[in-house]
């Protein structure tokens, strides 16, 4: 996503300082190429050499630096993306009037590429009139504003906003900006993710190694791509991915309901997630003692959500499906394919190192109903992601 990519990163007088300077080490390491544009006062907060420690590039302090005659006009008009992190009540102020009057301002004014501003300021001075109309103007003219989030503040504890985003929102919302002119722009994705548990009693439960990495990845992803993106997520132990809807179940048929739920309203419905394919036949309301030997439960099987909730489709809907086989997988994976009436099916084997379940890796196969395959060599689930959405996105075309 960001290699190759040139950013400016614009950085005003606030104590939220600190943060950006995780946040230009978090774009430098992903490949970005980050030039840093520092105000008088921010650099009162942390040291130009600190940005380019960081970095690897020199910093613009002043339209006085030496080489700063027209870096103003080239960095504001050659980037890929202009991010203001924290931006101040004083800077928005200015950036509203059309001022030029620093380095950082003058940047601004000549830029011709997307702009990105994360507000941090005290909560009263983000709630000012002036400060919300000073906001909205910029947005009006075509800047992105992110956040500001709540939570505790230089002079303490606040329940309103004013503390500027986590670095790595910030970065999400700047790798979305980016990716305008997809074909997921606009469209609604919904993507399921994890396990499913069904209960034995009411401490054990029968599940899988489903982690929910891969289906987190796609969700990811598509928000990048700028879909709005509904995540139905099975208990995993993950971060929820930045700007997603999150549903939360536990057992496969509460993922029934939620995917019934959700199909009406779906233009692409992605199920990373792996149900259990078993269930108690009953449930014990009291825990199962050792003490009264072996154990023997009767399973049942439990419903093939994609085939049960065939009746929730949209006509026009993308349809992708997942197999995780052991064994003649692109054949079984061909079978569930026709079986379920899908447009793709993803699939790969549980045996394969690497691939599968609890790694943060994966390889498959994307089969299509048109008959076609495509081969996704071992990588991260992040670029495997890329490469299931890629292929959803040519269906769109």
């Known amino acids: 996503?960001?290699?190759?990519?040139?950013?400016?990163?614009?950085?005003?007088?606030?104590?939220?300082?600190?943060?950006?300077?995780?946040?230009?080490?978090?774009?430098t390491e992903a490949g970005a190429r980050v030039d840093v544009v520092l105000t008088r006062s921010a650099a009162e907060f942390v040291r130009p050499v600190t940005f380019e420690a960081l970095t690897g590039r020199p910093v613009m302090a002043s339209l006085w630096d030496r080489d700063a005659a027209?870096?103003?006009?080239?960095?504001?008009?050659?980037?890929?993306?202009?991010?203001?992190?924290?931006?101040?009540?004083?800077l928005i102020a200015r950036m509203a009037q059309g001022l030029a009057d620093d380095a950082l301002t003058s940047v601004l004014l000549a830029a011709t590429a997307p702009v990105l501003l994360a507000p941090a300021m005290n909560d009263e001075m983000f709630a000012h009139p002036q400060t919300q109309v000073n906001l909205a103007l910029l947005e009006r003219r075509g800047v992105t504003v992110v956040g500001p989030a709540i939570g505790p503040l230089a002079e303490g504890p606040s329940s309103r906003p004013g503390r500027m985003s986590e670095p790595a929102a910030i970065a999400a919302h700047a790798a979305r900006l980016l990716r305008r002119g997809s074909r997921l722009e606009g469209k609604r994705v919904v993507v399921t993710a994890g396990p499913t548990r069904e209960a034995i009693d009411p401490v054990r439960v029968v599940t899988n190694r489903s982690s929910g990495k891969m289906g987190y990845r796609l969700a990811e992803v598509a928000w990048e791509r700028g879909a709005?993106?509904?995540?139905?997520?099975?208990?995993?132990?993950?971060?929820?991915?930045?700007?997603?809807?999150?549903t939360r179940i536990d057992s496969t048929a509460e993922l029934e309901q939620a995917v019934r739920e959700a199909l009406p309203a779906a233009d692409i419905l992605v199920m990373a997630a792996a149900p259990a394919d078993y269930r108690p036949r009953e449930f014990s309301a009291s825990k199962r003692s050792r003490i009264d030997g072996a154990l023997a439960i009767p399973f049942e099987p439990t419903a093939d959500i994609l085939r049960a909730t065939r009746d929730a489709r949209r006509a026009e809907s993308i349809i992708v499906g997942f197999a995780l086989e052991t064994g003649d997988a692109l054949a079984k994976g061909r079978q569930k394919?026709?079986?379920?009436?899908?447009?793709?099916?993803?699939?790969?084997?549980?045996?394969?190192?690497?691939a599968g379940t609890e790694v943060d890796t994966n390889r498959v196969a994307i089969l299509g109903r048109d008959g076609s395959s495509t081969i996704v060599p071992l990588g991260t689930k992040r670029e495997v992601a890329e490469a299931i959405l890629d292929a959803v996105e040519a269906r769109l075309g």
């Open 1 to 27: 996503m960001w290699s190759g990519r040139h950013v400016v990163l614009g950085v005003s007088g606030g104590i939220a300082c600190y943060k950006s300077c995780y946040l230009a080490r978090h774009l």
């Open 70 to 90: 027209l870096s103003h006009v080239r960095w504001g008009q050659q980037a890929d993306v202009v991010i203001v992190a924290p931006a101040t009540a004083h």
């Open 228 to 246: 709005d993106v509904q995540l139905i997520s099975g208990p995993v132990m993950l971060e929820p991915p930045v700007g997603v809807q999150v």
């Open 337 to 354: 394919l026709e079986r379920k009436e899908l447009d793709l099916i993803v699939v790969n084997d549980a045996l394969e190192p690497g």
